[in-house]
């Protein structure tokens, strides 16, 4: 049960941060490598963005 309501928590998330990413200001090329990041590294390409991203 835990696992589960961790997963959909960690899904809401990254959808956050895709919606984010694709509504902030920066080039098209900044985006596409964000969500790049984002989606091959889950976790770590979150935080990393969290840290470094918006601004």
Partial sequence: MGTGLL???HLIL???ALVKIMQ?????GNKAL?????VL??????????IAGPK
């Fill in 7 to 9: 997963g959909i928590i």
């Fill in 14 to 16: 990254i959808i956050w």
């Fill in 24 to 28: 902030s200001g920066v080039s098209s």
């Fill in 34 to 38: 964000w969500i790049v990041l984002v």
């Fill in 41 to 50: 590294l889950p976790i770590i390409g979150f935080i990393i963005w969290l």
